[in-house]
């Protein structure tokens, strides 16, 4: 099965079963346009937007769907990785992990193939983390938690999603992968990731903290520090904006300093930050399908360019 039929096969299968879930794929391909537009990264590309569509799906199972109990399960077996633990699961469950699963393989044997490395744990380590960081969301929701704002920065810079994602888009790009770099990702994440996720979480919940409020979901950044310090909302998106200042500061510094990773893998890092500020200038271009995401689609990849 080719790339093209791999990620149509996901669609059609997850559209089905999970009518709940957000189907972003377009949305998922605009934003690795702007991570990598080079033509020859075509790959890189294509296999991105089906990372970022797969966690949207995940994500959504988190937010809106199940009971904490299923919940537990799924998280239990992502974890341990196990495929003969799929049967304790929901059967809509089943297919979401086989999802995860295959697609993680997939990736493995194509690097192991062309490039010797066994990344399964290196892959396996951003969807554990990605699941427990949801997990830990879903409940404090449940509790009627309200976290510092450290304390859910901590969690959220994971939540967003981008580690999961960078750690893909290292496989997909570096050539070589080196043991160095490798390393990095088996103590924690390096500053490149950890930087770039930390202002793509700040810029999300800036952005669309509004919204967020209304729906009654766990308290965001904006709302978590208005109950800490106890500030009117206008003070706290000012913190959250001084925040994502001096965040860029250290990841300028930190693309300047010497590291296991290319040069080019810390330009995708910071690209994914940019594209935070392009997706989400006043709410949520990715989950909300507004007109001006929507226009932008249509001008990138629909309509001729007039000559």
């Known amino acids: 099965m080719d790339l093209r039929s791999t990620i149509l096969h996901w669609c059609i299968c997850l559209g ?4 709940f879930a957000r189907s972003r794929l377009v949305e998922s391909f605009l934003w690795n346009l702007g991570v990598t537009s080079e033509p020859h990264l075509r790959y890189f590309r294509r296999k991105s937007a089906a990372t970022y569509q797969l966690i949207t799906v995940v994500d959504d199972i988190y937010d809106v769907y199940v009971t904490m109990e299923e919940l537990e399960l799924f998280t239990n077996v992502i974890e341990s990785w196990d495929i003969n633990e799929v049967e304790n699961l929901p059967d809509y469950m089943k297919i979401c992990f086989l999802a995860v699963y295959n697609y993680v393989n997939e990736i493995a044997f194509d690097v192991l193939k062309e490039k010797g490395f066994n990344i399964i744990p290196y892959l396996k380590k951003g969807w554990v983390d990605l699941c427990k960081a949801y997990m830990k969301e879903v409940k404090w929701y449940h509790s009627g938690y309200k976290p510092s704002f450290d304390e859910y920065l901590e969690n ?3 939540s967003i999603g981008g580690p999961n994602v960078l750690i893909h888009n290292y496989f997909f790009g570096a050539n070589p992968i080196t ?3 490798l390393a990095c990702f088996e103590q924690d994440y390096p500053n490149v990731i950890y930087l ?3 202002i793509f979480r700040l810029i999300n919940d800036l952005s669309t903290c509004s919204s967020e409020i209304r729906v009654g979901n766990v308290p965001k ?3 978590c520090y208005m109950n800490e310090k106890g500030v009117s909302e206008s003070e706290a998106k000012e913190h959250v904006r001084s925040s994502i200042d001096q965040t860029w500061k250290k990841m300028n510094e930190d693309v300047l300093t010497s590291s296991p ?3 080019s893998f810390k330009v995708v890092a910071m690209n994914v930050a940019r594209m935070s500020l392009w997706m989400y200038p006043f709410a949520d271009g990715h989950t909300d399908q507004d007109p001006i995401t929507k226009d932008r689609i249509a001008s990138l990849l629909i309509e001729p360019v007039p000559l």
């Open 16 to 19: 089905e079963k999970f009518t």
């Open 156 to 158: 959220g810079w994971v």
């Open 179 to 181: 043991m160095e770099a």
């Open 196 to 198: 770039s996720q930390m």
């Open 221 to 223: 950044l904006i709302e």
């Open 261 to 263: 990773f290319p040069h």
